[in-house]
């Protein structure tokens, strides 16, 4: 599946969140969001899973318009782990991640020998079937997001969006969540805070800032040094990967502040120098 944000736009009142944004995923690829706080990174991801109406432009999926699609029609297309993928009912961890299914179904007709067996193995992947019987609320965060990421899985869809997905889960779970985005079946959006993940899982990064796209290209392309310095403001060392090549960064926590802004606290070498 393509997807597809032409000129997309939010605003609210004067305020524009997100400002003609155009970006295409193509049929199994995995494009990075990344940007500071506050860059319309999940504003842009909430119109494409539906949370939000974009004020303009168009969302395509395969060519067509996600706005002229039925709810469950576009339920079946696109799954989102995001931050408001929350659970406040205490169902149990097999009920949440079967909820998935749900675009497939029909009123309340039970789930196949199949469908059973996809949640099996999507809890299994996510490390969670032994949990099946737990209530979800009783869980630690990084369990409830391995669930909740159990549950995007069954949903089978083309697109999968997923909001900092990463949050919340220890290393080894974050690399497994990551590996599973590798999947030529998937088409995959994703937003990550952390530049040296997103380079290592993505075919491309897109950057936004001040809710415009400043670029978008492999890792290589776009995790440079003057690209932290100018979008995020700091000062990094970027190094390529030993084993892969991919960019990764390096950060010094008692660099200078840089000419973007950065008004972190004193360094150590400063504090206590200051009137
Ligand atoms: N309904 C709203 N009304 C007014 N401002 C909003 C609304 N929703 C979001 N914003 C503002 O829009 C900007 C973009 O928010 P958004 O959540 O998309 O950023 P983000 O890039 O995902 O940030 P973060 O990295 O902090 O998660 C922020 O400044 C936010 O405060």
């Known amino acids: 599946m393509t997807l597809q944000l032409d000129d997309l736009s939010v605003a609210v009142g004067d305020l524009a969140l997100v400002r003609a944004l155009s970006l295409t995923v193509g049929a199994g690829e995995v494009v990075g969001l990344v940007g500071p706080n506050g860059s319309g990174k999940s504003t842009a991801l909430r119109c494409v899973y539906r949370a939000l109406r974009p004020t303009g432009g168009t969302v395509w999926l395969d060519e067509r318009d996600l706005a002229g699609l039925s709810l469950r029609e576009s339920a079946r297309a696109?799954?989102?782990?995001?931050?408001e993928s929350g659970t406040e009912l205490d169902f149990t961890v097999a009920e949440v991640v079967a909820l998935g299914r749900t675009p497939h179904l029909?009123?309340?007709q039970p789930l196949s020998a199949r469908e059973r067996e996809?949640?099996?193995?999507?809890?299994?992947?996510?490390?969670?079937?032994?949990?099946?019987?737990?209530?979800?609320?009783?869980?630690?965060g990084g369990e409830r997001q391995r669930v909740l990421a159990a549950r995007a899985l069954v949903q089978e869809a083309g697109l999968l969006v997923l909001d900092e997905p990463t949050n919340h889960l220890d290393i080894r779970h974050q690399v497994a969540l990551l590996r599973l985005l590798?999947?030529?079946?998937?088409?995959?959006?994703?937003?990550?805070?952390?530049?040296n993940l997103a380079a290592a899982v993505c075919d491309r990064i897109a950057v936004l800032r001040d809710g415009a796209l400043v670029t978008v290209g492999p890792p290589r392309a776009v995790i440079t040094e003057e690209l932290v310095r100018d979008v995020f403001g700091v000062a990094a060392t970027v190094v390529p990967h030993p084993l892969t090549g991919d960019p990764q960064l390096l950060y010094t926590l008692s660099a200078p502040a840089t000419a973007a802004g950065d008004e972190s606290e004193p360094t150590r070498e400063t504090r206590g120098s200051r009137p």
């Not at 969670?128 to 979800?136: K, N």
């Open 78 to 83: 696109v799954a989102a782990l995001t931050q």
């Open 106 to 108: 029909r009123g309340n």
């Open 118 to 140: 996809l949640c099996r193995r999507a809890m299994r992947r996510m490390d969670v079937l032994h949990l099946a019987d737990r209530g979800v609320l009783a869980l630690s």
């Open 182 to 195: 590798r999947d030529p079946a998937l088409t995959v959006l994703v937003v990550l805070h952390d530049l």
